[in-house]
C-alpha cells in the first residue's frame, strides 16, 4: 500500500505529490444534484462505485437517498460489503464456482444481485446459492446496443427471467439494460438517437417477461453521459451513472444538449513542476503511472497557458503558452484525468479537501479487485 500523502488538517499545500485528491464542494454538489433529480421523478438512483472504488463515497450516495451500489467485480462487492453497504449489485457476468460461492457467501451479509445473459449460467449460481443457504437477485442482462454482454431483447430476456424464476435459491431482480457505448457519443442528438433505440429494446424485453407472468420489478440502467434520456423514457425505474460525482476530461468533451445538466470536475491529479529546461517545457512528477490514459492526455485545470503533452513512467511533460511565463520549479498543479475510473484504481488513497485544508484521506477499499 502507498503511504499516505496526506492527514486530515494538514494544508493543501503541503500533499505530497502526486496525489488524488478531491475538491469536496464540488464533489458534494455533484452528489446533491443527482440524488435530488432522479428522487424528482420518483426513480432509484445505485450509482456505480466502480468509479470511485472508494467505500466513504459509496455512504455519501447512500445518504443523499441511494439505495445500494453497483460494482463490476466480486472483491469489489466484498470490499464495500464489509464496509457496511447493505445492497449491492455487481453488472457483470460471474461463472467461476470459487467466484460463485463468495458471491453466495456475501449475501449473507448484504442483498446481492449478479447479471446473467446465458441459461446456463444459472443453474451453477443457483447451487452457489443454496450451498451458502442463501439467496441472490439475478437480473438479466439484455443487449439495448452496446454490443458487449446480454441476449437478444424479447423473448430470450423472457426465457432467462423464467429460468431463474424456477430457481428456489435465485430471485428475479429484473432487466439491466446499459448502453456503455452511448455514454461518450460528443452529440447531444448522437446519444438521444442512441438511448430512444435503446429504450424500445428495453421495452420490448420488459413485455416479453410480463407476458409470461413474471414480474418485472426494475429495469436498471443508465450512465454519466445518458441518464438524463433514461430517466425520461418511462422506461427505466433505476439509473447507474458513476463517473458524475468526479467526471474527467472525456466526459468534458461530450457536448451538452439543451437543458442538460453538467456536473463540476471534482477529482484531480495533484502534481508538482520538478523542471523547467526550456521557457516552452516544463516537466511535472505525474506520468504513465499516475494516469490512465486510454482516454486521452490530462488536461491542467484553469490553466490556459499550460498543455499537457505527453508523459513517460514518472514524468509529464507540459507546453508552455507562447508568450507565457513558464511555471515555478515546484509549483503545484491540478491534473484532470482523461477517464476517471481507472486513474482511481491506481491509487490507495484519495486526499478530500476543503479550502485550503485536507479534511479526510479515504481508503480506495476496493482497489485492484479485479476478482
Same mark, same amino acid.
Given at each position: ?7 486530515p488538517g494538514d494544508p493543501v499545500a ?11 464542494? +464540488? ?27 472508494? *467505500? ?8 443523499? &437517498?441511494?439505495?445500494?451500489? /453497483? /460494482? ?6 466484498? =470490499? @464495500? ?16 464456482? #470459487?467466484?460463485? !460461492?463468495?458471491? =453466495? ?9 449478479? !447479471?446473467?445473459? %446465458?441459461?446456463?449460467?444459472? +443453474?451453477? $449460481?443457483?447451487? +452457489? ?36 424464476? &424456477?430457481?428456489?435459491?435465485?430471485? @428475479?431482480?429484473?432487466?439491466? /439494460? ?6 461518450? $457519443?460528443?452529440? *447531444? ?6 438511448? +430512444? ?23 436498471? &440502467? ?18 447507474? *451513472? ?15 444538449? %439543451? &437543458? ?5 470536475? #471534482?477529482?484531480?491529479? !495533484?502534481?508538482?513542476?520538478m523542471s523547467t529546461p526550456t521557457r ?10 499516475? @494516469?490512465?490514459? %486510454? ?44 477517464? /476517471?475510473? *481507472? ?29
Open positions: 500500500m502507498q503511504r499516505a500523502p496526506a492527514s503541503s500533499i505530497e505529490t502526486p496525489a488524488l485528491v478531491l475538491d469536496l464542494d +464540488a464533489f458534494e454538489r455533484n452528489v446533491d444534484a443527482m440524488a435530488r433529480e432522479v428522487a424528482s421523478r420518483g426513480l432509484r438512483l445505485r450509482p456505480h462505485a466502480k468509479a470511485h472504488k472508494t *467505500p466513504a463515497i459509496a455512504q455519501a450516495q447512500m445518504a443523499h &437517498g441511494a439505495v445500494g451500489v /453497483c /460494482c463490476q467485480k466480486v472483491d469489489e462487492a466484498v =470490499a @464495500f460489503v464489509e464496509a457496511g453497504i447493505p445492497d449491492v449489485l455487481v453488472t457483470n457476468e460471474i461463472v467461476a464456482p #470459487s467466484k460463485l !460461492l463468495r458471491l =453466495a457467501a456475501l449475501a449473507r451479509q448484504a442483498r446481492i444481485g449478479v !447479471l446473467v445473459d %446465458d441459461g446456463r449460467a444459472i +443453474a451453477p $449460481l443457483a447451487h +452457489a446459492a443454496s450451498t451458502m443457504g442463501t439467496t441472490i437477485d439475478a437480473y438479466v442482462e439484455v443487449d439495448v446496443g452496446a454490443g458487449r454482454c446480454g441476449v437478444a431483447p424479447g423473448e430470450a430476456a423472457a426465457t432467462l427471467a423464467r429460468l431463474v424464476a &424456477g430457481e428456489r435459491s435465485l430471485r @428475479f431482480g429484473g432487466l439491466h /439494460c446499459y448502453h456503455g457505448g452511448a455514454q461518450h $457519443l460528443r452529440a *447531444p442528438e448522437e446519444r438521444r438517437g442512441a438511448i +430512444a433505440a435503446a429504450a424500445s429494446r428495453a421495452a420490448e424485453s420488459r413485455d416479453a417477461v410480463l407476458r409470461s407472468g413474471i414480474e418485472c420489478p426494475i429495469v436498471t &440502467g443508465a450512465g454519466t453521459g445518458t441518464w438524463e434520456h433514461e430517466m425520461a423514457s418511462g422506461v427505466w425505474n433505476e439509473l447507474q *451513472p458513476g463517473s458524475y460525482v468526479f467526471m474527467d476530461a472525456d466526459y468534458a468533451r461530450n457536448t451538452p444538449g %439543451d &437543458g442538460e445538466r453538467r456536473f463540476e470536475h #471534482s477529482l484531480f491529479v !495533484l502534481a508538482a513542476v516552452e517545457r516544463a516537466i511535472c512528477d505525474a506520468g504513465l503511472k499516475a @494516469f490512465s490514459f %486510454d482516454s486521452g492526455l490530462p488536461v491542467a485545470w484553469r490553466r490556459d497557458d499550460l498543455v499537457y503533452r505527453k508523459a513517460s513512467d514518472e514524468h509529464g511533460v507540459l507546453e508552455v503558452a507562447a508568450g507565457a511565463s513558464a511555471p515555478s520549479l515546484g509549483e503545484r498543479l491540478l491534473l484532470v484525468p482523461g477517464h /476517471c475510473d *481507472p486513474t482511481v484504481n491506481l491509487y490507495d488513497w484519495i486526499v478530500a479537501y476543503r479550502g485550503d485544508r485536507v479534511e479526510h484521506v479515504w481508503p480506495v477499499a476496493a482497489r485492484g479487485a479485479l476478482g
